[in-house]
């Protein structure tokens, strides 16, 4: 027993019934820092027991002390006993009644050093408290790179982390962009918690970019480098216009430290943005910089991805517009098209139309979609529609002849993945009757509509996908179609992105597609085309809709009076290639390419 009392790692003390000291341990004499000689004898309360500043405590409020009136065990924490060096030892303790033999029963106390379990708990709180904020800053993070991934409206996207970063990191935002023309710079977005109205006051254009100014604004926009400012750099006299500008949100909004963070890529740099803080804000953190400058970063090519995006996009509309040559008007037939691309990013290139006259004099129409959504599907498409053109144009064959040398020619001198296409002839006489002879090779179904608004799928004809003879080392058929066109009816070739989306299964996008065709059948062909876009809405895919008309019954026979229909021959682009990138203000994404009759006269058919 004498070796575990010695050895505990705790102090122990005992005390007779009048709470003098008759033993204490060495782990106890070391915690006070008095000898056990010094101790032993002395009134254990007069001794040591004292409060957090050292002073006397009375004995009536001594707790470990009235285990000797009542004889029940007690612990408690918090408490103060007196060392030798004057100082006072926070402790936690436990005491219990000690049975004496022949006398009194005294009591023994167990204790620990306290401050340790403090300073543990400062420590563990401190480390919390980092926790806290390191979470809070990831969690902003991922909410800035959401934001920065959910759209290619670069304006729109600066805007949002504008408001993102207040209040958590600044009190107010100020974001300046180069709009691409020579030191040209713009303020798209200023925010602030205090004082909203005059933050928007602060937007609009600013001076030029100086070439000898050393402001941190300057610093950011001409060498992408992140800049602290403090309370003397923010007074300082401004050198240039723009730096002039830049202390005027300072001066309107407050402001005591501030971090000007470059958005760039490896490329280039395309503004800057401003965090500040004011009033009773701490001064920015070198932590704090460093999560700004990685948010610059993430913006920076977020808008880099957009730039780039938008240049892909531009040439692969470019491309189409150029495809998406003028229709022909021949005799009494009307044709309309309208192409629409996708409004999802990266979702362009594969879909066309043409319509041209063939050799023999007869008319061909043609709707397609090369597979994919990139520019190398639009530089795919042009190579199929032209590769087609030249083989149907001079050979009186049938469309299933044609659509065979098309997949030979496409499996063996093109890289051109698979492709789905209705290639179809407008057979008849002047006057009439007319019929359409055509193949389809996988592609939605050709749909007619008749004047009195009936309406039926021409699901004959049907053949596997160009290029699938490559895949699977096989010859393909495709048969040929024939149907009588009613006069006055209309005929409806399409790409699937009308009729299906990731929100519309197929079936249900056709059955809307017979319902509103329908309704439309009496209107004007330009405007049937028109509105069946508006009604259905297509958004998750490019679009081609290729239309024909047919006319009543003898109109364009021999001593036939009736005029041929006009119409409007000029092309409607869908996107203006003039708008700016997406850098600057978002390509609009509803737009229409609309191609009516050309005029041109063409020979009797057979």
Request: glycine letters at 8%; a negative charge; hydrophobic letters at 40%.
């Amino acid at each position: 027993m004498r070796a575990v009392f010695e050895s505990l790692g705790a102090g122990i003390y005992a005390t007779d019934a009048t709470g003098r000291l008759i033993a204490a341990n060495p782990r106890a004499e070391r915690m006070v820092a008095r000898p056990a000689e010094e101790m032993l004898g002395r009134d254990m309360h007069d001794l040591l027991h004292r409060d957090a500043d050292g002073a006397e405590v009375p004995r009536e409020r001594c707790q470990m002390l009235r285990v000797l009136t009542d004889g029940r065990p007690r612990e408690g924490g918090d408490e103060y006993l007196l060392r030798g060096d004057g100082t006072t030892l926070p402790v936690i303790w436990s005491a219990a009644p000690l049975e004496l033999p022949g006398e009194p029963p005294g009591l023994v106390l167990a204790f620990h050093d306290f401050s340790v379990r403090r300073a543990a708990e400062r420590q563990t709180a401190a480390y919390l408290a980092a926790l806290e904020a390191l979470t809070t800053r990831l969690t902003l993070v991922s909410e800035v790179s959401s934001v920065l991934i959910s759209s290619l409206d670069v304006p729109q996207v600066l805007r949002q982390l504008s408001r993102l970063l207040v209040p958590d990191l600044a009190d107010w935002t100020a974001v300046d962009v180069l709009t691409g023309q020579p030191d040209e710079v713009r303020r798209i977005a200023v925010h602030s918690g205090g004082d909203p109205e005059a933050a928007r006051e602060l937007e609009g254009p600013l001076p030029p970019l100086a070439e000898s100014a050393n402001a941190g604004l300057v610093r950011a926009l001409r060498g992408a480098e992140t800049v602290v400012l403090g309370r003397e750099d923010i007074a300082r006299r401004p050198d240039s216009p723009l730096t002039a500008a830049h202390r005027g949100l300072f001066d309107r909004l407050g402001g005591h430290s501030a971090v000007v963070v470059p958005l760039h890529s490896r490329r280039r740099v395309f503004g800057a943005f401003t965090a500040a803080r004011a009033g009773d804000s701490p001064p920015y953190t070198e932590d704090e910089a460093m999560v700004l400058a990685d948010i610059g970063r993430r913006a920076g090519l977020a808008m880099d991805n957009a730039r780039l995006f938008d240049q892909q996009r531009h040439v692969a509309e470019t491309m189409q517009r150029q495809l998406l040559t003028p229709l022909p008007q021949v005799d009494h037939l009307q044709m309309a098209a309208r192409y629409r691309p996708a409004q999802v990013a990266a979702e362009i290139g594969g879909d066309w139309y043409d319509a041209f006259l063939l050799e023999d004099g007869v008319t061909a129409m043609v709707i397609g979609d090369v597979v994919g959504h990139d520019l190398q599907a639009a530089a795919h498409m042009a190579e199929v529609r032209n590769m087609l053109r030249a083989l149907a144009w001079d050979r009186k064959e049938p469309p299933s002849v044609i659509m065979r040398r098309l997949d030979e020619a496409m499996t063996n001198t093109s890289d051109a993945p698979m492709a789905t296409v209705v290639f179809a002839r407008i057979e008849g006489r002047e006057g009439g009757p007319w019929q359409l002879h055509w193949v389809n090779a996988g592609h939605p179904p050709p749909l007619l509509v008749t004047s009195d608004g009936r309406t039926r799928f021409l699901e004959t004809g049907h053949g596997p996908l160009l290029g699938m003879s490559a895949t699977l080392n096989l010859g393909m058929h495709w048969p040929d179609a024939y149907e009588p066109l009613p006069p006055e009816s209309t005929v409806l070739f399409y790409t699937d992105g009308l009729v299906e989306s990731r929100t519309r299964p197929i079936d249900t996008g056709m059955e809307l597609l017979c319902r509103h065709a329908s309704a439309l059948a009496r209107h004007e062909l330009e405007e049937l085309c028109d509105e069946l876009l508006e009604r259905i809405d297509p958004r998750g895919d490019d679009v081609a809709l290729l239309a024909l008309r047919l006319p009543p019954r003898g109109a364009g026979a021999p001593g036939d009076r009736t005029p041929p229909p006009s119409g409007d021959s000029r092309p409607h682009s869908p996107a203006d290639p003039s708008r700016s990138a997406p850098g600057a203000e978002a390509l609009g994404a509803d737009e229409t390419f609309s191609q009516a009759p050309h005029g041109a006269e063409r020979p009797p058919s057979s």
